[in-house]
Structure formats: structure tokens, C-alpha cells
């Protein structure tokens, strides 16, 4: 399916040169001087090598349908990440480089969706935000007037983020996958 660059967002799986790649980043370009562009960064999916891709914004794109699928995060194994397929029963593997950062915030056993093109493994789609518990956190923090004043929390996945002074263990708060940080407190 054919598409201009300027419609090229991250995550969507594109066809460049024969190869797959999926697209991690996109940054609008103009110049002052001549036409705008659009810079993105490209995950081969067959090496996993990251690259620089300059598009002319009217450049035709093939981008590649891409379908999900639920899979259970099954185990760690080494540097890898096994996936359980929930309806085939079929395991998939992935290094953790493709996995990123946010599976730290998942636990065996959870659900996650699995994007694949032509048939190819592409990574792990991640829901915006995740839900967890704060397992330990410092109590009394001294209330001074600065805003957005940040605490060390540990969750029940036993990572360490900042969360806000208010937040006590055994709450529960949302985190966003995209960039680790607490986005709000769950009622």
C-alpha cells in the first residue's frame, strides 16, 4: 500500500530498498532554505540496525500491513523475551534490544499484543499506559512549596520510578510505557 512520507508515523511498518523496517521516530524538517523533509530513524527488522532516512514529504512510501496478536508474556530467557501465542499456542521470541524498555513494567503471565508483518515478528505493541502497584516508597517527605517535587517508588514489578509526594504504598497509579514516567493516580 502506498503512501506518502508525510503520513509516516511511529510504529507503522514500511518497505524501503526491499527491506522491512518499522519506523521508531519522525521529525518534520524545514529549512530555511529549500524544501521541507522529513527525517525518520528505521528499525531493520531483519538485523535489528537502527538508520537515518531522509524523506522528501511528497516521496511515495510502500507501507506493509501489519496485524496483532495477544500473545502472554511466558519467560525471560538469557537476552531474549518468549512470548506464549493465545491462540496457537505457538512461541515467539524476541531480543530484548526489539522488546524495549517498557516490558520492565509488565510480569510473566500478562497479555501483550504482538505486531507482525508478512508473516515477520516486528515488536511488541504496548498500550499507552499501564496500570501497577506501589510496593515500597519513602512515607514522611517533608512538603516544601516547589511543585512537581518527585519520590523514589518502587513497584510491584520491582522497578524504581519517581512518582509525587502524595503517593503511598499500595496505591494504585498509571504509568506510561512510551516514557516510564507515573502519569496519574488510579481510583
Known amino acids: ?9 511511529r510504529g507503522n511498518a ?13 521529525t518534520h524538517v524545514k529549512p530555511g532554505k529549500g524544501p521541507a523533509y522529513l527525517q525518520g530513524k528505521l528499525r531493520n527488522v531483519a ?8 524523506f522528501r514529504m511528497t516521496e511515495s512510501v510502500e ?16 537476552s531474549n523475551i518468549v512470548f506464549l501465542d493465545n491462540e496457537s499456542y505457538e512461541e515467539h521470541i524476541l531480543p530484548e534490544e526489539t522488546v524495549g524498555n517498557a516490558i520492565r513494567f509488565f510480569e510473566e503471565g500478562e497479555s501483550l499484543d504482538l505486531n ?3 508473516g ?3 515488536g511488541v505493541k504496548y498500550p499507552e499506559y499501564v496500570t501497577r502497584v506501589v510496593a515500597n ?5 517533608k512538603a516544601v512549596k516547589a511543585t512537581n517535587q518527585v519520590k523514589p517508588a518502587t513497584l510491584d514489578t520491582g522497578v524504581e520510578i519517581g512518582v509525587p509526594i502524595f503517593i503511598k504504598e499500595g496505591e494504585k497509579i498509571r504509568i506510561s510505557c512510551e516514557t516510564g514516567k507515573y502519569h496519574e493516580r488510579v481510583k
Not at 538485523?47 to 531522509?54: E, P, Q, S, V, W
Request: charged letters at 25%.
Open 1 to 9: 500500500m502506498a503512501a506518502q512520507a508525510s503520513e509516516l508515523r
Open 14 to 26: 514500511i518497505r524501503l530498498n526491499g527491506e522491512l523496517f518499522i519506523v521508531v521516530d519522525t
Open 47 to 54: 538485523n535489528g540496525t537502527i538508520r537515518d532516512h531522509r
Open 63 to 78: 507501507r506493509v500491513f501489519t496485524e496483532s496478536k495477544s500473545c502472554t508474556f511466558s519467560y525471560r530467557s538469557g
Open 116 to 118: 507482525f508483518a508478512d
Open 120 to 122: 515477520e515478528l516486528l
Open 137 to 141: 516508597t519513602m512515607h514522611d517527605v
